[in-house]
Nanobody, 116 residues
Framework: QPQLVESGGGLVQAGGSLRLSCAAS????????MGWYRRAPGKQQRELVA????????NYADPVKGRFTLSRDNAKNTVYLQMNSLKPEDTAVYYC?????????WGQGTQVTVSS
C-alpha cells in the first residue's frame, strides 16, 4: 500500500520560513500531479495550496503566490513546499497529495502554526 510521509511542520513566528517535505513510498505509478492542500482552523474544507504536474508545471493559490515555492524530486517521488514570509493566516494542517489516474493518495497531515 503506497504511503505519503510528511515532515517539516511546526511553530514559527510571522515572517519566518518552513519547508515541508512529502515522500511517496511504495508502488505509485503514473503520477499525474503532486502537491499540498491545507485546512485552516474552524474550516471544514481543504483548500489547494500548490500543485505540480508530471510535466513540471506549477500552480499556486493566490494567497501564497510569491511566498511559497513547490518543487519535486522525481527520482525520489518527493515534493517540497518552501514557505517564506509566513503569516498567521497560513496556520493550518497541510496535507500532501499524489494524483494518479482514478485515485488520489493523501498524507496524514502536518500542522503549521504561525504566531503573530
Amino acid at each position: 500500500q503506497p504511503q505519503l510521509v510528511e515532515s517539516g511542520g511546526g511553530l514559527v513566528q510571522a515572517g519566518g520560513s518552513l519547508r515541508l517535505s512529502c515522500a511517496a513510498s511504495g508502488s505509485i505509478f503514473s503520477i499525474n500531479a503532486m502537491g499540498w492542500y491545507r485546512r485552516a482552523p474552524g474550516k471544514q474544507q481543504r483548500e489547494l495550496v500548490a500543485v505540480i504536474t508530471s510535466g513540471g508545471s506549477t500552480n499556486y493559490a493566490d494567497p501564497v503566490k510569491g511566498r511559497f515555492t513547490l518543487s519535486r524530486d522525481n527520482a525520489k517521488n518527493t515534493v517540497y513546499l518552501q514557505m517564506n514570509s509566513l503569516k498567521p493566516e497560513d496556520t493550518a494542517v497541510y496535507y500532501c497529495f499524489v494524483e494518479v489516474p482514478l485515485y488520489d493518495y493523501w498524507g496524514q497531515g502536518t500542522q503549521v502554526t504561525v504566531s503573530s
